[in-house]
């Protein structure tokens, strides 16, 4: 699997009510919807322009804050191929498997990589392109792999009682 897209870059300690501002926590909305509101507090130009494919690159501690898996979603929602990061708050992470949004930590990328610029990410040679040279990043584990290209969790244990004959 490759991703490619155009970078929105953004720094350290991004929490889940920027990521999908937390007045919208309790409303009663489609998933397309919360995909409207992605980072609408943060950057403007985003919410109306960032879309199918780009790529969201940050720095430390991503998506820190509350457990709320809408901020995931809604970033799945809006097309966002994927997010590079310097590092992960630990349920912000678990919250991207679950949800089979693909996610990436590889520090050096992330000091290279330009806001606008367009960028890959090989999932199959675990090496993520740029305009500045080609950095290797640990690849997902075999059962991770499977989240991520089942579309989450529960797609991916569905498929897996199918082919054993228990669903």
């Not at 995909?35 to 403007?44: C, K, W």
């Amino acid at each position: 699997m490759i991703i490619s897209g155009k970078v929105w870059k953004y720094g350290d300690d991004v929490n889940t009510d920027v990521i999908y501002p937390g007045r919208y926590t309790y409303t009663l909305i489609t998933e397309q919807e919360m995909g409207s509101h992605a980072l609408e507090d943060l950057d403007p130009v985003f919410n109306r322009e960032g879309g199918k494919g780009d790529i969201i690159v940050a720095g430390k501690n991503w998506g820190c804050g509350s457990a709320r898996e809408q901020a995931v979603k809604c970033l799945k929602a809006r097309g966002i191929g994927a997010v590079i990061a310097k590092g992960f708050s630990r349920i912000y992470y678990r919250n991207c498997l679950n949800e089979g949004f693909p996610t990436v930590v590889c520090p050096e990328a992330v000091e290279c990589i330009d806001n606008g610029e367009e960028v890959s990410i090989d999932f199959g040679s675990s090496a993520i392109r740029t305009s500045k040279g080609e950095f290797p990043f640990t690849p997902y584990p075999d059962y991770v792999r499977g989240l991520i290209e089942n579309g989450g969790l529960l797609p991916y244990v569905k498929k897996m009682l199918r082919e054993q004959g228990k669903l």
